[in-house]
């Protein structure tokens, strides 16, 4: 699996957008970009996961660079709750279940810790 | 009630003790993970099942065993509890579904294991 490089930590003001880049060069054409948060101690959540094509869900939006070589998770308008973890993790997905075993093996990095000030 | 619950959520425990934390879902899910964390070294894989006749390794599977009752009952057990052995431990789910969606996970809150 391509490794992943983010920033230690990033701060936020209230209201405003949060910008989180995770650099992934090495990824290669069937490896998709995960993001999970996990707030203090707590059990970490996805987010939203993509290919190639920019996503959006309820929580937030993937922007993926053309080369693939980057992304960028944003949280439109960060609030307090916000302030957790952020993990970016590339994977290989198999198109057919060979026996599973890429499947959740997800490695977690030391990812970025956002902190969101009132 | 939670997707994924851990039972206990804290525990204290004295070196060559025997311990089990017990995780049981509602997602209907068919594959079940245990993981670790330690301070600064994120998460690592111990046992997962992608079905109740199917236990595979992890990365960190020394010194810990699993059992998977049935489709909604995965436990880890410690036969014999070490210091080391002190940290944050998480069970997730995922359905099976061939694609991207199988790496999604769904965590549980967390147990938190102290040796003493």
């Known amino acids: 699996d391509a490794k992943t490089t983010q920033p230690t930590s990033m701060d936020c003001a209230e209201g405003r957008a949060a910008n989180l880049p995770c650099n992934h060069s090495t990824i290669s054409g069937n490896e998709y970009v995960y993001w999970y948060r996990q707030i203090h101690s707590q059990g970490p959540q996805y987010i939203i996961h993509g290919l190639k094509n920019n996503e959006t869900n309820e929580m937030a939006s993937l922007i993926i660079t053309e080369d693939r070589k980057s992304s960028t998770l944003i949280l439109p308008h960060a609030t307090l709750r916000d302030t957790a973890v952020y993990y970016c993790i590339v994977r290989v997905v198999r198109l057919i279940d060979a026996g599973g075993t890429s499947y959740g093996k997800l490695t977690f990095g030391q990812g970025t810790i956002l902190t969101v000030h009132p | 009630d939670a997707d994924v619950t851990q039972t206990p959520r804290n525990r204290i425990t004295k070196t060559g003790k025997r311990i089990m934390l017990e995780c049981s879902q509602t997602k209907g899910h068919d594959r079940m993970y245990w993981y670790r964390q330690d301070p600064g070294l994120g998460l690592r894989l111990i046992y997962y099942s992608f079905d109740v006749k199917d236990i595979n390794k992890g990365e960190i599977s020394d010194g810990y065993s699993v059992s998977r009752q049935a489709q909604a009952k995965f436990s880890l057990s410690l036969e014999s509890a070490i210091p080391n052995q002190t940290a944050l431990y998480f069970c997730?789910?995922?359905?099976?579904?061939?694609?991207?969606?199988?790496?999604?996970?769904?965590f549980g809150a967390g147990s938190r294991l102290t040796v003493l």
């Open positions: 997730a789910t995922s359905d099976a579904l061939i694609g991207s969606g199988a790496n999604v996970l769904t």
